[in-house]
């Protein structure tokens, strides 16, 4: 009796089911739809489940459903790795977890301060914080925290890339070279699409195609940035490199969260100062696209805020993971 | 009626609707949905089976056979059957006491 053939001997239920299974005898190998499946999941799970997966996704209608059960399953198998196969413990696990959190957070903050610098470095503003004080010292805050978030976002995160690059090449893993591939490129594409517009003329005020174009670079910037913080995050996810560097990454996240909260802190009272000192300013319209100064400056605190809510909480955690 | 059944909050976890299946008898996926379908009115996904199935194998409740193609059957482990067991239990505990709070409620 082969290990197969207890499949249905329990009840006359489990000996239907299996015998009523499309394609008794399955194929050899998985359909194209099913291998592509199946490499959404990490290399580990695809070397323990991946055959017997692409049978049972072989057997199973496609449907929207079925697509989005597997999408949501391979993103659970990537943040939660299962199995007996499982590379790390759970505390290296939960580590690489709440830095990559930190890191994307941090591009989070990024992004919106790109949009206070194109605010402030208008003359009116630039005026006002060489002229004010209280003005120049918060803007100055806020250069210092963000020089600081980024050397120690560098510091804890480049070794981390340099690891798994070396690693994905010395294996062979093409996906993982592809996954790091995405930040140069999408920093070429980006720096494309604004030598464009630069070679396009500053359009005067007014012209549709000043909000089209500000819309396209900003659009891009996202873009870009959103694409290689999915991409490095899904690299590190699935990479295997030295757990000591994820060790050695904690007090630079810590660093690189204290430094937001810094960042955060400047932005609003770089606000503050400037409703103080200047309230004309603050109420006029040096704000994104010529819209309001405060409106621009809510909002750029208001996501800062957030991303470095999560931040923190994420350095928070590395503790905890430390100590579990 | 299969969308009703399919609304039970009792038997909504895959990995309880797994190890009962596996009560009956080696199973390999396709033959555990169609049994869970049947039994449970929950048809799983192939993702929803599978993260499951990864999670009771690391928890030692099931194990792998082996096979001579590529459907692989599990079956129940001693703990996974004394883990199966006491939900059981537990589950019948609160089936008992809602139906005699249910019962007072009428009476």
Redesign the interface.
């Known amino acids: 009796m ?3 053939d ?6 006359s ?2 000996a239907s ?2 015998a ?2 499309p394609g008794a ?4 190998s ?1 359909t194209r739809l099913a291998s592509f499946a199946v490499r959404l999941f990490p290399d580990d ?1 695809q070397s ?2 991946g ?7 072989d ?2 209608p496609p449907s929207i ?2 697509a ?7 993103v ?2 990537h943040v939660h790795p ?3 196969r ?1 590379r790390w413990p759970l505390m290296i696990e939960r580590l690489r977890i709440s830095e990559l959190t930190v890191f994307a957070s941090w591009v989070v903050l990024v992004v919106a301060g790109l949009a206070f610098q194109r605010m402030t470095e208008g003359a009116p503003l630039a005026a006002i914080a060489a002229g004010q004080p209280a003005v120049g010292w918060a803007y100055a805050a806020i250069i210092g925290g963000a020089v600081v978030s980024l050397l120690a976002i560098a510091f804890g995160g480049v070794p981390i890339a340099l690891a798994i690059g070396r690693t994905a090449v010395e294996r062979r893993r093409w996906r993982q070279v592809g996954l790091l591939a995405v930040p140069p490129l999408s920093l070429a594409a980006w720096i494309g699409v604004t030598l464009l517009l630069i070679g396009r003329g500053d359009p005067v005020a007014g012209d549709p195609w000043r909000i089209i174009a500000f819309l396209a670079w900003v659009g891009t910037f996202v873009a870009a940035a959103t694409a290689s913080t999915v991409a490095v995050s899904a690299a590190a996810l699935d990479a295997d490199v030295d757990a000591a560097l994820y060790r050695r990454a904690v007090a630079p996240s810590r660093l690189a969260a204290i430094a937001m909260m810094a960042v955060t802190a400047a932005v609003v009272a770089w606000g503050v100062a400037l409703g103080v000192t200047t309230p004309g300013a603050l109420w006029g319209s040096e704000g994104i696209l010529g819209t309001s100064t405060i409106l621009t400056w809510v909002v750029v605190a208001f996501v800062m805020t957030a991303a470095t809510a999560v931040a923190v909480r994420a350095a928070r955690n590395t503790t905890l993971d430390l100590a579990a | 009626m299969q969308r009703a059944t399919s609304d039970r909050i009792a038997t909504r976890d895959p990995g309880l609707l797994i190890l009962a ?1 596996l ?13 869970i379908a ?2 449970g009115g929950a048809r799983l ?7 499951a ?3 009771l ?2 928890a030692g409740l099931i194990e792998p ?9 599990y ?1 129940l482990t001693d703990a996974g059957s004394a883990v199966l067991s006491n939900e059981i239990d537990a589950l019948e505990q609160v089936v008992l006491t809602v139906r005699n709070r249910l019962a007072e409620q009428t009476t």
Do not use: N, Q
């Open positions: 082969t290990a197969l207890g499949i249905g001997a329990g009840t239920d489990s089911a299996a009523s299974e005898a399955p194929r050899r998985p799970w323990r489940y055959a017997e997966f692409g049978a049972l996704l057997a199973t459903r079925i989005f059960d597997v999408l949501v399953a391979a659970d198998a299962t199995g007996p499982r | 299946s009560a009956a008898g080696p199973r390999h996926g396709y033959a555990m949905v169609e049994d049947r039994f996904g192939p993702g929803t089976l599978y993260g199935l990864a999670r194998e690391e056979l082996d096979s001579p193609d590529r459907r692989r059957p079956r």
